[in-house]
């Protein structure tokens, strides 16, 4: 993938594969936008293979809800991964 744009067309992509509807993915992007809404379902994809998240449309939209209030923190939740604190 060469830039974000390559990203984000996966995530469509992989989107309705993994059970996120269509309007959940219309609202990611327009809350978040196209890169952060890419990261997020990276992220979900990512715990999802952990079994730390179930149903991935449901986590999706506690992000979007997470966003709208400002509670949101993507960066965190990614270093806390890459960290290996997500991974227990």
Avoid: T
């Amino acid at each position: 993938m060469k830039d974000w744009n390559d990203v984000h067309r996966a995530a469509g992509a992989l989107r309705p594969m993994v059970g996120i509807s269509e309007d959940a993915w219309d609202v990611v992007n327009k809350v978040l936008g196209p890169a952060r809404a890419a990261s997020s379902i990276a992220l979900i994809l990512d715990k999802s293979s952990d079994g730390e998240v179930k149903s991935l449309g449901g986590y999706l939209r506690g992000l979007i809800e997470k966003a709208q209030i400002g509670e949101l923190h993507l960066d965190r939740s990614f270093y806390g991964r890459l960290n290996g604190a997500g991974a227990s």
